[in-house]
């Protein structure tokens, strides 16, 4: 194999590589783009399937991009027919990635119709936190079907779950909003 052969399948495995690895660094710049403003709010329970579809149209211009890149590249059709399986197979890897991460950033920071919805408390609970003794604390709520409040398990400080395991509220005020991509997000909870 000639040094420019060489050269050209390295370039053509990296290309393959970004669909998956592209999102993993979006994601993280946009979380350290994060701890510069304001906190971003959570996905409501039950909305992070929302975000599957736009997560896979990301992931399918990700390999389309790349196909297109690596059919400029080489003229080799074995290189090009491998392209393109081992760039579908990052893609898909990066499908995740892509909703759970950079999705997830653009539907929580651009967002709509922000809205106080009370609703009942119904309990509190607590779940272990892996490698720390503080657990995550909860709140079930029942949800608001006008408003669109999904019910759940919603994630609550622990200053708030002290507060309201010792006297618990009748009802809870959620702010909530529709992100950009249609999720619902939480912006915080309220006595």
Not at 48 to 75: K, N
Not at 155 to 168: C, F, K, R, V, Y
């Amino acid at each position: 194999m000639s040094p420019e052969d060489k050269a050209a399948g390295q370039r053509v495995l990296l290309w393959c590589l970004l669909p998956f690895a592209g999102p993993i660094v979006l994601s993280i710049a946009l979380v350290l783009l994060s701890a510069l403003g304001p906190p971003l709010p959570t996905l409501a329970p039950g909305q992070g399937w929302r975000l599957a579809a736009p997560g896979a149209a990301a992931a399918l211009l990700g390999w389309l991009w790349v196909r297109g890149r690596v059919d400029h590249a080489t003229q080799r059709p074995d290189w090009r027919k491998s392209a393109a399986w081992l760039s579908l197979v990052t893609s898909l890897l990066g499908w995740p990635v892509w909703t759970l991460g950079a999705m997830q950033w653009v539907n929580g920071r651009f967002t709509s119709d922000l809205q106080a919805t009370p609703v009942p408390l119904q309990g509190l609970s607590t779940t272990p936190r892996k490698n720390s003794r503080v657990p995550y604390h909860w709140a079930h709520l029942p949800g608001d079907a006008a408003t669109g409040l999904p019910a759940g398990k919603y994630l609550l400080d622990s200053g708030h779950h002290a507060a309201w395991t010792a006297q618990p509220p009748a009802t809870v005020t959620v702010h909530h909003a529709r992100g950009l991509l249609g999720a619902r997000v939480v912006a915080g909870l309220g006595d």
